[in-house]
């Protein structure tokens, strides 16, 4: 640790942000498996991922072998305009706990997304634009994906269309709202503009929808559709690269003031931001460099690496994705209403379930009511108002932080703030009134599901 | 201008932020008159404001001599958990709008309390703190101050009781959380909490309350309780004072790269955060030493300064608080259903208004229909979703980038974007919508009430 005085949020300067996106495949010696198309079984193509996807961005999913990959000056610019984001000294959290522990955290949350989204956002929409698409399509659950597309789009005036859960769109109008700002078409998904939802609307007329069926209209949409394609928010690696410009940062502000991390925590839905956040210093720990303790956190509720299984799964509940080997509850597991709604996803990136596998980085799962009690606490000492899904990770660097009462050990913790909870007021309202409840499956129940994963892993 | 380029955003450094207040009375040669006791119409004594007020915010009320006072170092370490706010240079738009000019917006969004507001909240709950008083009563009416004095509050340990008109309590539920997730007690207004209260409710079942109402429950909760004063959020001087972080902040980013604006633009309701804002510009002009155009922009429904009179008038509808003089519609004018609730006062802070008077400031007023579409246009390519309050400084400030097309002139154009517009999608979706309508009060109204202003005036 060097003597200089560690700022209460440390900024680098513009020439200070990463210029290279990286790769952390490419330093690892056993590669996550390949996307298997589910017809044939065999390895996704090129060619045949490129009727979906935008062709560039098919390419970074397929490259496991190019560690730095240069960051386009068109998204390096938008970038500019909310990064780098800030690494913050949690001193007064560290007061208030009485801790010996130290306390950093990147916050991802300053940006009208109000997430960490942005990053792959942006990305892919100016591929989209380079390959001169007309625009994009991708459904939104909670709404974080479906904000920080449309501000990407309206960016390079590319056409998005969301479709948005019903029961969300009509429950976060707000959301919506901020999405049709910048200009995106947003429809409640089932919807009549598209074969599959016409098909759901007919044989479960007045369904609020689910992602699953979402992702479906989106597919369709744009493979039917001259100009599109489809982009998606999580789990893939291209969008795990994209996010690594979040522990890029957060590596190079550390080393400015000499600082090195005992324990890297972040949450995990599909796995994008943490992965984002721990890959710099997992190819630390691949090249034999140095060594961290990296945890993931996870809802108690969807317990996809602490209670899943490592096997080839459908990305996607509708069953028209690739298949991706990844810890998987079973694309058909449906979680329970647990508010953290962008955490609420079956698998994992298939990335991070490798390191997990390889024993690089531990798991953890969490109830979401002691989740709430630990946002609250954070917000009450260090201002900002964080996101359901963020507080996962801060609810363990609590954990970890208190540990260091006992035994005295002044651990340096970094954890991934990704976003702020501002559209998540119904359940800081359902946690204040007493009315929010745990739900933990049991093993009976993720047995069933497990048993229906596809026949490939047999 | 020097040749250093320039970022996107300027961060000061924290060695490089505000150890004192600015306190802009200092230098005025004519000072804004004295706050009257509505009952003798006799200046108001430090002993009879401080019935009401905390201590020492009185006297920084009263104070009109020093020109610097000390930001104590509570407060200071406060400040840094959010400042320095960013001063944002606007590539994105100045390119999209093909202007010569060059535009900055100093950005004071990025706390949880989403706007400007936490500078002076959290300077008046210290100094209750400091005084031994157990906690503070206010008023909200959007819920931006309210919030800001929770989240103060909770910092430094205070019983926080907020007054929420009832309309706003029932309508932004989300608002409320975030009050209760700081801990405040939030009352809906009218209550029967108070004696002002359960009269306005005998007198008028099911009103859904006003801010006036607010003030004057939250007034007597603060009197008639041990150990309690009543805090508020704009219109005096002492909250402009403590917002001078803003344009102190400003200041020194410009100086450090040489850059001199022509133009400085802020919304006005009570007039806090342009007082701050231009405060040590108009130090400056006051001291003869440069020459800016400044521009206060307020909304048509509620012309205060382009359409009122300048006179002495109660600060609250409920006229319980001094008369102050100032610009004012008169205080019991309504203003009609606009939006952007924190510009919907009737009067205008006592410092402001002598400026105004003076000539040192100019005044424009704007509907909202096209501080949506410029909120929109300016969301659209900086990323950012602003408050309608601060929109309506963008539209100006778009007003001018526009000018400088036409002419060529390459002016520097500075304008204050105080807040973020998260929890004002209701509005945004009635401008979408087609649905949202503009007011002017007609010159007979206007006239209505100017003849209600008090008599020591005549």
Redesign the interface.
């Known amino acids: 640790m060097s003597d200089k005085k560690i ?3 440390i ?1 680098l ?2 020439d200070e942000m990463p210029k290279q996106w990286y790769n952390v495949r490419a330093d690892m010696k056993k590669k996550p498996e390949p996307l298997l198309n589910p017809a044939t079984l065999k390895p996704m193509t090129l060619e045949e991922l490129s009727k979906v996807f935008c062709e560039d961005l098919v390419k970074q999913e397929l490259d496991d072998t190019t560690p730095y990959i240069d960051i386009p000056d068109e998204i390096r ?1 938008f970038y ?3 990064r780098p984001s800030p690494l ?1 000294r949690a001193y ?1 959290l560290e007061k208030k706990l009485g801790t010996p522990a130290k306390i950093y955290y990147k916050f991802e949350g ?3 997304s ?1 997430s960490h989204k942005l990053n792959s956002a942006i990305a892919q929409a100016y591929y989209a634009k380079k390959q001169g698409l007309k625009g994009v399509t991708t459904e939104t659950g909670a709404g974080q994906w479906g904000t920080a597309l449309s ?1 990407a789009c ?2 390079f005036d590319l056409d998005c269309n969301v479709y948005m859960v019903k029961c969300s769109y009509e429950q976060k ?2 959301r919506r ?2 999405m ?4 995106a078409k947003v429809t409640p998904s089932p919807s009549e503009t598209t074969e599959i939802g016409r098909k759901i609307l007919a044989e479960h007329p007045g369904t609020t929808g689910s992602l699953g069926c979402a992702i479906s209209e989106a597919v369709e949409t744009a493979v039917s559709r001259e100009g599109y394609r489809y982009v998606l928010g999580s789990v893939l690696s291209q969008v795990l690269l994209h996010q690594t410009v979040i522990g890029l940062e957060t590596k190079t502000a550390l080393d400015k003031y000499d600082i090195k991390p005992d324990i890297i925590i972040g949450c995990a839905g599909g796995g994008s931001n943490l992965g984002g956040l721990i890959s710099p210093f997992v190819g630390e720990m691949l090249r034999g460099e140095k060594n961290y303790q990296i945890i993931a956190v996870e809802p108690a509720s969807c317990p996809s690496l602490t209670r899943g299984t490592y096997a080839y799964d459908f990305c996607d509940t509708g069953k028209v994705c690739p298949l991706q080997k990844m810890y998987t509850l079973g694309c058909d597991f449906i979680p329970s209403a647990n508010h953290a709604g962008g955490l609420r996803y079956h698998g994992m990136s298939g990335v991070l379930s490798e390191l997990y596998d390889q024993g690089l980085m531990e798991a953890r799962s969490v109830v979401q009511t002691d989740v709430f009690a630990a946002a ?1 606490e954070f ?7 964080p996101a359901p899904e963020s507080s996962h990770a801060i609810k363990v660097a609590l954990d970890e932080a208190k540990k260091c009462i006992e035994t005295g050990e002044e651990k340096t913790i970094v954890f991934g703030l990704t976003g ?1 909870g ?2 998540d ?2 359940a ?2 359902k946690f ?1 009134d007493g009315e929010m409840s745990d739900y933990i499956p049991t093993d009976e129940e993720l047995a069933k599901y497990r048993d229906t994963l596809p026949k490939v892993n047999k």
């Open positions: 700022p209460y949020k900024y300067e513009e610019e500019r305009m909310y913050v007064c300053n940006n009208t109000g501000m309206s960016y109008p707000f709202e901020v049709r700002t910048y200009g609250e917000a009450r000492v260090e201002g900002i108002l702020t501002y559209f007021m119904f800081y309202e204040h």
